[in-house]
T-cell receptor, first 118, second 116 residues
């Protein structure tokens, strides 16, 4: 079974400061991991994903995440926060599925709301 | 591409009424998902389809919920009768073929449902 824990339901940073959103996972198979972002009144959109090609994954809008197997973590970072980064961020793990009709179902964390202060 | 389209964006109804939510997936995608998002339970997968066929409906909370996908470009999620605890944001998402579990799901803007 897969699970995701996001540490901190709310994170507040100043504009220009480092953003660090924490995600720890549990998976019975080598994990595929995702970060999605949800802006107010919108659906989720993919920021980045880890699919075992490289442990440091770069995504859109200057975000990146590092997969650390020893720590079962996939924390999301951005060196300098911008006001437009204010949103809710979700970490998710895929159970990979088995192909055909069996799809890689995503298990989402509870989300972290990022607030950026001027 | 217009992305995943959902309608209505907002729905307010009274307890006991039938509610129908609609989704048009991205053209060419063969997987379609229905999720529910609440403060208490977060984002939950209700059901998903592959090539218009329901594959896993283990997340559907009760028999009051039903979903159909009559063709590749349209799906509905119906709640009958609706109850106040069904109030939530319902998302539809679609994806292309299975590629080992690393597929990206594309989400619609959601339907915000309030049952009074």
């Amino acid at each position: 079974a897969q699970s995701v824990t996001q540490l901190g339901s709310h994170v507040s940073v100043s504009e220009g400061a480092l953003v660090l959103l924490r995600c720890n996972y549990s998976s019975s198979v080598p994990p595929y991991l995702f970060w999605y972002v949800q802006y107010p009144n919108q659906g989720l959109q993919l920021l980045l994903k880890y699919t075992s090609a490289a442990t440091l994954v770069k995504g859109i809008n200057g975000f990146e995440a590092e997969f650390k197997k020893s720590e079962t973590s996939f924390h999301l970072t951005k060196p300098s926060a911008h006001m437009s980064d204010a949103a809710e961020y979700f970490c998710a793990v895929s159970d990979r599925g088995a192909g055909g009709t069996s799809y890689g179902k995503l298990t989402f964390g509870q989300g972290t709301i990022l607030t950026v202060h001027p | 591409d217009a992305g995943v389209i959902q309608s209505p964006r907002h729905e307010v109804t009274e307890m006991g009424q039938e509610v129908t939510l609609r989704c048009k997936p991205i053209s060419g995608h063969d997987y379609l998902f229905w999720y529910r998002q609440t403060m208490m339970r977060g984002l939950e997968l209700l059901i998903y389809f592959n090539n218009n066929v329901p594959i896993d409906d283990s997340g559907m909370p009760e028999d009051r919920f039903s979903a159909k996908m009559p063709n590749a470009s349209f799906s509905t999620l119906k709640i009958q009768p609706s109850e106040p605890r069904d109030s939530a944001v319902y998302f539809c998402a679609s994806s292309g073929p299975w590629t080992g579990g690393q597929e990206t799901q594309y989400f619609g803007p959601g339907t915000r449902l309030l049952v009074l």
